[in-house]
């Protein structure tokens, strides 16, 4: 009996230090290299097809993510590069979301192109994103935006195609991607250098200012790309 308890001992004793072991070398391993977009040209008729699954949710205005709350973000407008990034970013689980995790994990490069083809061919009258914020709150979120600017652009329209156009999403979506960057659950190595120092005041600051500028706009499920 007593060898036995001593054989469990050192068995759960083993067990615990492999277990610490991995966790460890979890944490320190370096983070997996930025996505690119992809370099294959899309199909928006096979995009269509592909998108009757999307369009549950991102064809639907004033759509909700059910937990955590938050609206669900617009594709109107959004750049076709950063579209592919993001759905690379799902479908490697280097994006928190279960939803769009299972979706984005059997599609192919040539479907995420097709995809994100689609989606950027929407056409659409510049709109703000859904906000409670007051008018205080969007200037000072102004202020704070000067670190945003030389890649999310003056007014939240993109310098560059490979990242997203903030101008017009809802505020919060926007609160709920830079808290994911700031706690990990987004892994973007850039990102996480300019959320790290940001408190939940500057990050609602900065959702109200980008989602009172007009840009992007509601992909609805009865119109058509142009």
């Not at 997996?32 to 992809?38: D, E, F, G, T």
């Not at 998108?51 to 959004?78: I, W």
């Not at 076709?80 to 994990?105: D, F, K, V």
């Not at 652009?153 to 993109?158: I, L, M, P």
Request: proline letters at 7%; charged letters at 15%.
């Amino acid at each position: 009996m007593f060898r036995s308890k001593i054989v469990l001992l050192f068995a759960a004793a083993s067990t615990l230090s492999v277990t610490f072991a991995a966790s460890e070398a979890a944490a320190q391993a370096p983070p997996p290299p930025p996505l690119a977009p992809l370099t294959i040209q899309g199909d928006t008729a096979r995009g269509a097809v592909l998108a009757e699954t999307c369009k549950g949710c991102h064809g639907v205005p004033g759509s909700h993510n059910a937990y955590p709350s938050y609206y669900v973000p617009k594709l109107g407008g959004q750049n076709l590069e950063y579209i592919e990034i993001a759905l690379q970013g799902y479908r490697r689980g280097t994006r928190s979301h279960p939803t769009m995790q299972a979706q984005a994990a059997s599609l192919t490069d040539q479907d995420i192109a097709d995809l994100a083809t689609y989606f950027a061919a929407w056409a659409g009258e510049p709109e703000t994103g859904k906000s409670d914020a007051g008018a205080l709150a969007v200037e000072e979120g102004k202020r704070k935006a000067t670190a945003c600017l030389q890649c999310h652009g003056e007014a939240g329209v993109a310098a560059a195609k490979q990242w997203p156009n903030l101008a017009g999403q809802h505020l919060s979506y926007l609160e709920q991607a830079l808290g994911q960057y700031k706690n990990g659950q987004r892994v973007d190595v850039l990102m996480a250098q300019q959320v790290a120092a940001l408190d939940d005041a500057t990050i609602a600051a900065l959702a109200a200012y980008f989602s009172a500028q007009p840009y992007l706009h509601q992909t609805p499920a009865d119109k058509a790309p142009r």
